[in-house]
């Protein structure tokens, strides 16, 4: 039997949409008929297992992003009639940017921070973060 006649592997459901992914991700590496079905079987126990005791509704998934942002502030400037009106320079237009650092589950955002300015993640910062997590959790 080979992969593609539809025999041995669901033709619809999780398992088979996960059985396409793998088909067609990574074409470079030589998947064996085996491995494949070991996925399909790992992914329906998950499943199963999820149904049983929802293990997935527990984990919390956290990552950083930098967020640039403009901060154009223009003064107005005020002339009397019959005047020419004052030329004032814009501000540099150098973007500024901040690490927005966000924690959620399946139901949404739980705790977000954003950092000063320049300033990155750190071990201390994060075991720092992890202990407010810890108590918004």
């Given amino acids: 039997m080979s992969i593609g006649d539809g025999n041995r592997f669901p033709s619809s459901g999780p398992s088979a949409c996960l059985l396409n992914s793998c088909n067609k991700k990574k074409k470079k590496k030589k998947k064996t008929e085996r491995n494949l079905m070991n996925r399909v079987l790992i992914c329906d126990s998950l499943l199963r297992r999820n149904e049983t005791e929802p293990f997935l509704k527990k984990l919390i998934t956290g990552d950083e992003k930098w967020i640039t942002y403009d901060k ?41 921070e ?11 910062l994060y075991c720092v973060q992890l202990k407010r997590l810890k108590q918004k959790v």
């Fill in 72 to 112: 154009n502030v223009r003064k107005r400037s005020w002339s009397k009639a019959g005047q020419a009106s004052q030329t004032v320079a814009k501000p540099g237009l150098t973007r500024n940017k901040v690490m927005l650092c966000v924690w959620w589950d399946w139901e949404g955002i739980i705790h977000y």
């Fill in 114 to 124: 954003l950092l000063p300015p320049g300033r990155t993640i750190d071990s201390e």
